[in-house]
């Protein structure tokens, strides 16, 4: 196979109910910047051609890769499987590409396990020392899908929204990210946007932020 990389699974541990974090050993020289993914695969029988994209969420100069994958157990598919591998086990590693990078202090706008390649320019920020002037709207179902919600708010503090959209805790805000959440929330449309999550989600939040004045350059997505 052309530029893949077999590596071992070093940890694989849930962190939300269907949320996995799994760490692999790091091939030499294999470089990401924050934001960027992989295509993977598992290389077991039958499954070592089925390769679907995931983002890096460890630190650039970390002796090992992370990643944060969504775990669909209804569909026989790769992240079904993954689901199931453990330490030990050998996932394919590809080419790294993406188009998410930091362009400088924005607001992210994040919904389910869109959260990954914000999570990762993140954690480089605050190893930095530089997140500040960031803020981040992240959108669940319910409190229980958030992935790493205590770090997020650890390096973000008030910087850090949280909107749950099917249920209604006191102290959060349980409703969609509409044209009006967007008013309420966002006092300056001149800066830079992040926007990662399902093409739906994407597609709806980037034609507010246009419609509300933000220039489309400024807004920063993967295609
Ligand atoms: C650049 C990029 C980076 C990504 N990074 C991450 C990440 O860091 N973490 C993460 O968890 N995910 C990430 N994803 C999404 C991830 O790639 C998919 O969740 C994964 O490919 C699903 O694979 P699967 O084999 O389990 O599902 P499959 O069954 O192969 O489904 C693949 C795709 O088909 C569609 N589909 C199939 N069946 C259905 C159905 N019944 N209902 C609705 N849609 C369906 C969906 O769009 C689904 O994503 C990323 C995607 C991209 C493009």
Request: aromatic letters at 12%.
């Amino acid at each position: 196979m052309k530029n893949a990389h077999i590596v071992k699974v070093l940890q694989s541990q849930f962190v939300t109910h269907d949320v996995k974090s799994i760490k692999v050993e790091r091939p030499e020289n294999y470089e990401f910047i924050p934001g960027q993914a992989t295509e993977l695969s598992i290389n077991k029988r039958n499954w070592k051609t089925k390769k679907r994209p995931f983002t890096f969420t460890s630190l650039v100069d970390s002796n090992y890769l992370e990643f944060m994958v969504k775990i669909y157990r209804n569909r026989e598919g790769v992240t079904n499987e993954l689901g199931k591998i453990n330490a030990g086990d050998e996932l394919i590693l590809h080419d790294v590409f993406g188009a998410i990078s930091y362009k400088g202090p924005g607001v992210f706008i994040a919904a389910g396990s869109g959260i990954t390649p914000f999570l990762s320019i993140f954690r480089e920020l605050y190893k930095r020392n530089r997140i500040k002037g960031n803020r981040l709207i992240y959108v669940n179902k319910t409190s229980e899908d958030v992935i790493m919600g205590q770090e997020l708010f650890h390096m973000l503090k008030n910087d850090f929204v949280n909107v749950y959209t099917r249920e209604n805790v006191i102290g959060f805000q349980g409703k969609r990210i509409d044209r009006n959440f967007l008013i309420e929330n966002i006092v300056d449309f001149s800066q830079n946007f992040y926007v990662c999550g399902p093409e739906d989600f994407v597609k709806t939040v980037t034609k507010h932020l246009i419609d509300l004045g933000a220039e489309p350059e400024t807004i920063i997505f993967d295609e």
